[in-house]
């Protein structure tokens, strides 16, 4: 099991930026793919972005793509989000998620260990 805990989220203005962190435990980080998804008010969590545990492809979801960054420190046990020319569709509370697997994918079943969540609030 690996334990997640998101920071960095806060309140920002339309085509402004926020970097979330997670810092994650456990022996089995490194070898698994990490993600972030979203959840708004009123709507299901959806998928935002996965990176694999070292080579192969990211995966973003086509409302951020070109605008977040998905990254991570193995040596750190970290996990980072760049968001940049943020939103007001972009609110939402965001969750860092571990993966079963080593290679990153969107299908949420794939993730089996969440952090508590951080609010992004993005005013126009």
């Known amino acids: 099991q690996v334990q997640l805990v998101e920071s960095g989220g806060g309140l920002v203005q339309a085509g402004g930026s926020l970097r979330l962190s997670c810092a994650a435990s456990?022996?089995?980080?490194?070898?698994?793919?990490m993600g972030w998804f979203r959840q708004a008010p009123g709507k299901e969590r959806e998928f935002v972005a996965a990176?694999?545990?070292?080579?192969?492809?990211?995966y973003y979801a086509d409302s951020v793509k070109g605008r977040f960054t998905i990254s991570r420190d193995n040596a750190k046990n970290m996990v980072y989000l760049q968001m940049n020319t943020l939103k007001p569709e972009d609110t939402a509370v965001y969750y860092c998620?571990?993966?079963?697997?080593?290679?990153?994918?969107?299908?949420?079943?794939?993730?089996?260990?969440w952090g508590q969540g951080t609010q992004v609030t993005v005013s126009s």
């Open positions: 456990g022996r089995t980080f490194s070898s698994l793919a």
């Open positions: 990176i694999p545990w070292s080579v192969g492809r990211s």
């Open positions: 998620a571990a993966s079963r697997r080593p290679i990153a994918t969107v299908d949420v079943r794939d993730f089996g260990s």
